[in-house]
């Protein structure tokens, strides 16, 4: 890993000096659930000479390998991987501390949860349903009306019957009534499902990471973050990231970086 990272400059010596880019995965790195283009994969390599890089994603670093990575070890790609939005992180290939959803809820909680999710879905009249209707995360639970095994196909046709019929904003509404004490939020993405985590722990909690970096012997402190997203929209993630740390600069495209030499 550290022999990978070597070839690029050292983080604190990058041309584009206490600036970090921040890439979402599904519909910005990839299409969702498929590979990365060599092509997205080249361009990061060069970008990386220029400025830290690293992405940050709801799924868990085995997905994000296949995705991202394939036969090369993802963590070596970009300089910062922040998987199930930043709960389970590396930089330069080095796990960083990780947070656990299931420690953080409890057991009896969760159990309560997991059974009201199920019900409910095995009473929602949709067209098709597959398997694997949660998927526990170490930071959060997916939660899928049709389930996670659909196919690609379907999944399309699922995200456009969703969208007519509001199926998971119907869900989280009922999910807020019956647990309003529990401390959750509840963000729909990607075609099939929506996330369920602790209140803060968003996309915006990979911000803790690149924050504390300037406390390193090695670190850096970054004080303007690009996040490339597709939920470019008030309220979406690059108002979060607006409304959580307000000194950041974000942008749909990163403006006057040269790639080439």
Request: aromatic fraction near 10%.
């Amino acid at each position: 890993m550290a022999a990978a990272a070597a070839i690029y400059p050292p983080l604190q010596e990058r041309p584009i000096k206490n600036t970090v880019v921040l890439f979402d995965v599904d519909e910005t790195l990839s299409k969702a659930r498929q590979f990365a283009k060599p092509e997205m994969l080249q361009l990061l390599s060069e970008l990386r000479h220029k400025v830290a890089i690293g992405f940050v994603g709801g799924s868990n670093l085995v997905k994000q390998q296949e995705q991202l990575g394939g036969p090369v070890d993802v963590t070596t790609l970009f300089d910062f991987c922040f998987s199930e939005n930043g709960l389970t992180a590396y930089r330069l290939g080095e796990e960083l501390a990780s947070t656990s959803f299931i420690g953080w809820i409890g057991q009896e909680k969760y159990n309560a949860l997991a059974k009201w999710i199920l019900h409910y879905i095995a009473d929602l009249d949709i067209p098709i349903k597959r398997g694997t209707f949660i998927e526990f995360r170490n930071g959060m639970i997916n939660v899928s009306p049709i389930g996670r095994n659909a196919s690609a196909s379907e999944r399309n046709d699922y995200e456009k019957y969703d969208k007519e019929h509001n199926i998971r904003t119907t869900m989280i509404a009922k999910l807020k009534e019956a647990f309003p004490d529990l401390g959750l939020t509840y963000s729909v993405g990607g075609q099939i499902s929506f996330d369920v985590f602790p209140t803060g722990w968003d996309k915006t909690y990979c911000l803790r990471h690149i924050e504390a970096d300037k406390e390193r012997a090695d670190g850096v402190e970054y004080k303007t973050i690009h996040f490339f997203g597709d939920k470019a929209y008030e309220g979406g993630m690059i108002g979060r990231f607006i409304a959580m740390r307000g000194r950041l600069v974000m942008r749909l495209r990163i403006p006057r970086i040269r790639i080439g030499s």
